[in-house]
T-cell receptor, first 116, second 117 residues
Framework: EAQVTQNPRYLITVTGKKLTVTCSQN?????MSWYRQDPGLGLRQIYY???????DKGDVPEGYKVSRKEKRNFPLILESPSPNQTSLYFC???????????????FGSGTQLSVL | AQTVTQSQPEMSVQEAETVTLSCTYD???????LFWYKQPPSRQMILVIR??????QNATENRFSVNFQKAAKSFSLKISDSQLGDAAMYFC??????????????FGTGTLLAVQP
């Protein structure tokens, strides 16, 4: 079954304690991305990756890091979480090719993060 | 920069009735796609319908249809014969059709739809 797997589903942590949210896809997609969802703001892109070892900032990258050492995995790293990073996070993967703007993006099931 | 606006934070509809969710967007591009995503309480993001900007015909998927007005930059979603399972947050989204880094989906702020039995 084609899917994007995120873990954990829920996470409560304290300010400053490093954490990693994992994301893995089994569709051999080159493109992967992280979004955060906040009430009244919709979903905003944090980082994206066009392929292995190719990553770039989205609209709200401050306080986050990513890595893409393997095609299937795209972890999101918060080295020193702060309360303003309390949010619902989504990983997504898809096809980045020219003329494929209509292609479906596959989303993970989300990670609800609370930073106390 | 492209923006997507959903001016209705919450909507309510009676079961079996029809409801229309509004979305407007701003772009200087001519080649793009528009989407409606559904997010039920499970938080899963589910693609409901998509519309290519170059297609004049409005997209339909069973009980879901859109009213795409390119000149007005409007993209509303109509849900006919509403069912209890339609209750969810609905997001309107935009994406350029040039691939690469522009694969980014730009989302509106969402409309929370309640369905009354």
């Amino acid at each position: 079954e084609a899917q994007v797997t995120q873990n954990p589903r829920y996470l409560i942590t304290v300010t400053g304690k490093k954490l990693t949210v994992t994301c893995s896809q089994n569709m051999n997609h080159e493109y992967m991305s992280w979004y955060r969802q906040d009430p009244g703001l919709g979903l905003r892109q944090i980082y994206y990756s066009m392929n292995v070892e190719v990553t770039d900032k989205g609209d709200v990258p401050e306080g986050y890091k990513v890595s893409r050492k393997e095609k299937r995995n795209f972890p999101l790293i918060l080295e020193s979480p702060s309360p303003n990073q309390t949010s619902l996070y989504f990983c997504a993967s898809g096809l980045p090719g020219i003329g494929q703007g209509g292609e479906k993006l596959f989303f993970g099931s989300g990670t609800q993060l609370s930073v106390l | 920069a492209q923006t997507v606006t959903q001016s209705q934070p919450e909507m309510s509809v009676q079961e079996a009735e029809t409801v229309t969710l509004s979305c407007t967007y701003d772009t200087s591009e001519s080649d793009y796609y528009l989407f409606w995503y559904k997010q039920p309480p499970s938080r899963q993001m589910i693609l409901v319908i998509r519309q290519e900007a170059y297609k004049q015909q409005n997209a339909t998927e069973n009980r879901f249809s859109v009213n795409f007005q390119k000149a007005a930059k409007s993209f509303s979603l109509k849900i006919s014969d509403s069912q209890l399972g339609d209750a969810a947050m609905y997001f309107c989204a935009y994406r350029r059709n040039y691939g690469g880094a522009t694969n980014k989906l730009i989302f509106g702020t969402g409309t929370l739809l309640a369905v009354q039995p």
